[in-house]
């Protein structure tokens, strides 16, 4: 093209020449207009001269184009001699572009599939080929990776069909891809057959195979093989699988011996240990699985073994992960009651083999309930991370603490000396746990109740270390003062009097065995009758138990909003019947801080004032004021939702022990009912004065004053005298069934 190019440009510097030659002839004249002959002469010679330039530059210009087409008529017969020659093929051959439309194909292609080629062009390969095989060949167009070998099925509409494994090749210039039928040359033996076959099938599987001689040593390893250990096979092709692979076990780096020759050594399949482990030469660290077999020859002998393995590194990561949930509280990162109960299994075995002894210590947050509802369920989550932190802190890195659910924490002392040892541990841990927490800008006390169980005295399997451990802060917890209680004997005899006594609450609830008795309650200035309160008794095996006996465990089993409804039902029944005889008559329930902050109890009562077509304004609910003081701040907000609902509320066995006058003017309530324990001693001029200014401050503030346990008619006259209200007692009068009162009030 350069001299074409060439010789146009020269032929056009000719013609250009041979123009400017025909106008120097005017300028020549003006010049020299004495010379005419001579300009006449030039000015035809060089016209001619132009001329002859143009026609030589026409010429050039023709040649050149000439050889250009002769030259361009070489490649076109080049071209087609290729396309004839590739057609020719015999073989399985065909080019196609990245849109899987049909290039070429070999005449061995279309004579399997009975087709010409005019008739297969007008197929696209998703046409031809089967739905795996499109599968296959669409995954490798996103991603040509030249050399690689897929397995294709080619059909015709007649259902001619080409099967085999197709090399795919790739052209980055013009976008085209070549799929050559991997041809086994006929003149080889089977055995090289099937070399060849079992070298593609080893390195398209997804598992890494390495294979090794009757040395050891390393002789194949498919891609996934070498793409795991950063080695080609030639890089490590004869060396000890040993040093290519070295294995050893996760966590301890212990090593692990040859596998390879541990199968062919025992002639059969061995599996490898559950944690192995191998770092590659780039100091990567994978962990496997799977098996080594010894591979033999058609005479049965051993000529040597095959590796196939898996990375499992993410799922044994993931399992490890999840075998930590499965044994650990998900809030303190503690061991949890699955994982406690198999170290107190390995903890008994030990202890009986190397004769010593251990502890379990059950341990119980005190007053966790009123902290969540405080403060809400964050702040108990956080304060129980950082009890946890103290309890880890303050114990032996061979001792186990766990967190059983709650505000619940065991601790497992191993190997401790003696009960007095165990007694100072304990007293240790409680110190450096119990005490102020600041979270969240908030200041809070925090106390804990602990149980002791020892091994063997108390126990000699881990379900009853745990039972007693359980018992004994149970009682622990009871006594008000938290602490720690080493169990007992005695502690079994109460449980299985709470278990009995359990039974016998469930039965006599089924059996309405429990009864309202009603107390009256007079006006002190005349005696007159102008309420009642309801008292609950039970019907107990001949015998009247008051509830005294019996409410705690009620409450504990669970049943007391049962037990409260059924008073409830039988109460408004005869009361409802005493009013046509007593209109302005008033009854006084008793109901604990628990049920005051149940929605459901304000619901129930209504239900039951509703049925019996009374009042909330003619019930009096009456609370104790040591339990009042457990509401904290929300008591103020608990007494106003109830009053709003048209109950008035009195503070039972009311002693201003608990609640200041502040608070008493805070709280708003309608009603005290003093203590019995201020009128034993009035006679007593101290006792008296304390009961004269309750007096003066419960009038001060708009409250009236019943005085409870009245037992004398000088206790009565002196209260009389001093201003109280209301009286109730044994004096005015004992507690009596509802059939007893009705006739009473009859005559």
Same mark, same amino acid.
């Given at each position: ?111 399997? @599939? ?55 090749q790739s052209s980055e210039l013009r976008n085209l891809h070549l799929a050559r039928y991997l041809h086994l040359s006929p003149h080889l033996g089977q055995a090289d057959t099937d070399s060849e076959l079992l070298a593609v099938t080893l390195s398209s599987i997804g598992d890494g195979v390495i294979c090794c001689g009757i040395d050891s040593r390393v002789i194949f390893m498919n891609p996934v093989a070498e793409a795991v250990l950063a080695l080609l096979t030639e890089e490590v092709k004869g060396q000890p699988i040993t040093e290519v ?69 993410e799922s044994r990561a993931l399992k490890r992960k999840m075998n930590h949930l499965a044994h650990h509280d998900a809030l303190t990162g503690l061991p949890n009651r699955l994982l406690l109960q198999d170290r107190l299994i390995q903890a008994c075995k030990r202890a009986l083999r190397n004769r010593h002894q251990f502890a379990v210590v059950f341990m119980d947050l005190n007053k966790f309930k009123k902290i969540n509802d405080s403060l809400g369920h964050d702040f108990g989550d956080l304060l129980l991370k950082h009890i946890a932190q ?5 114990? /032996? ?130 005696? /007159? ?14 015998? @009247? ?95 106003? /939702? ?38 034993? /001693? ?66």
């Open positions: 093209m350069k001299i074409s190019a060439l010789q146009y440009f020269l032929g056009l510097c000719l013609s250009v020449l041979g123009w400017q030659a025909s106008a120097v002839p005017e300028t020549a004249s003006e010049l020299a207009p004495s010379a005419n002959g001579t300009t006449s002469s030039m000015m035809i010679v060089l016209v001619v001269g132009g001329l002859m330039a143009a026609m030589a530059g026409t010429v050039v210009w023709w040649l050149s184009r000439r050889s250009d087409q002769g030259r361009q008529h070489g490649h076109d017969e080049a071209h087609h001699f290729y396309l004839e020659a590739f057609q020719a093929n015999s073989g399985f051959e065909f080019v196609f572009s990245s849109d899987a439309s049909l290039i070429c194909m070999s005449d061995g292609l279309t004579t399997a @599939l009975g087709k010409s080629h005019k008739a297969l062009f007008a197929y696209n390969l998703h046409e031809l080929l089967e739905p795996d095989s499109w599968a296959r060949l669409a995954a490798w167009l996103e991603e040509p990776k030249p050399g690689q070998v897929i397995k294709l099925t080619l059909v015709s509409a007649h259902s001619e069909r080409v099967t085999g494994l197709f090399e795919l692979m070295p294995l050893y076990h996760e966590g301890s780096d212990r090593p692990i011996e040859d596998q390879m020759a541990v199968c062919m050594r025992s002639q059969q399949t061995v599996s490898l240990p559950d944690s192995t482990c191998f770092r590659n030469h780039l100091g990567l660290e994978f962990a496997i699985d799977d098996s080594c077999s010894p591979v033999y020859n058609n005479s049965g002998k051993v000529i040597g073994a095959v590796m196939i393995f898996q990375d499992v590194t103290r309890l880890t802190d303050s114990v /032996r890195a061979c001792d186990t603490v766990s967190r059983m659910g709650g505000d619940e924490f065991v601790l497992l002392l191993d190997a401790i000396e003696d009960k007095r040892h165990v007694r100072s541990v304990i007293k240790k841990v409680l110190d450096g746990v119990c005490g102020q927490y600041e979270i969240k800008g908030v200041e809070v006390q925090a106390a804990l109740s602990a149980g002791v169980a020892l091994y063997p005295d108390d126990g000699d399997n881990a379900e009853l270390l745990m039972k007693r451990a359980d018992s004994a802060m149970y009682r622990a917890k009871r006594s008000g003062k938290g602490g720690m209680q080493f169990y007992c004997s005695k502690l079994d005899d109460e449980a299985e009097q709470n278990q009995a006594l359990e039974q016998a609450i469930l039965g006599a609830l089924s059996a309405d065995k429990f009864v309202p008795y009603f107390q009256p309650v007079v006006s002190a200035s005349d005696g /007159r009758l102008v309420q009642v309160e309801m008292l609950a008794r039970w019907h107990k095996e001949g015998t @009247l138990v008051e509830a005294n006996r019996f409410i705690n465990e009620v409450s504990e089993v669970g049943c007391l909003m049962a037990l409260q409804s059924k008073l409830w039902e039988q109460a408004f029944k005869h009361f409802a019947s005493w009013q046509a005889t007593i209109p302005g008559l008033r009854l006084s329930i008793n109901v604990s801080v628990k049920t005051l902050q149940q929605d459901k109890a304000l619901s129930e009562l209504n239900r039951c004032l509703t049925e019996h077509h009374l009042q909330p304004r003619q019930i009096e609910i009456e609370i104790m004021e040591q339990q009042l003081t457990l509401l904290g701040t929300e008591a103020s907000h608990v007494i106003s /939702r109830w009053q709003q609902a048209g109950f008035t509320i009195a503070i039972d066995d009311f002693d201003a022990s608990h609640t200041s006058i502040g608070q008493l003017h805070d709280l708003n309530v309608d009603a005290l009912k003093l203590d019995p324990g201020l009128l034993h /001693r009035l006679t007593d001029e101290e006792a008296r004065s304390l009961v004269k200014s309750v007096l003066v401050m419960a009038k001060n503030i708009n409250v009236t004053c019943c005085a409870e346990g009245v037992e004398s008619a000088e206790q009565a006259r002196v209260l009389s005298e001093m201003g109280c209200t209301l009286m109730q007692g044994y004096h005015i009068g004992e507690p009596v069934s509802a059939e007893q009162l009705g006739a009473i009030l009859a005559s």
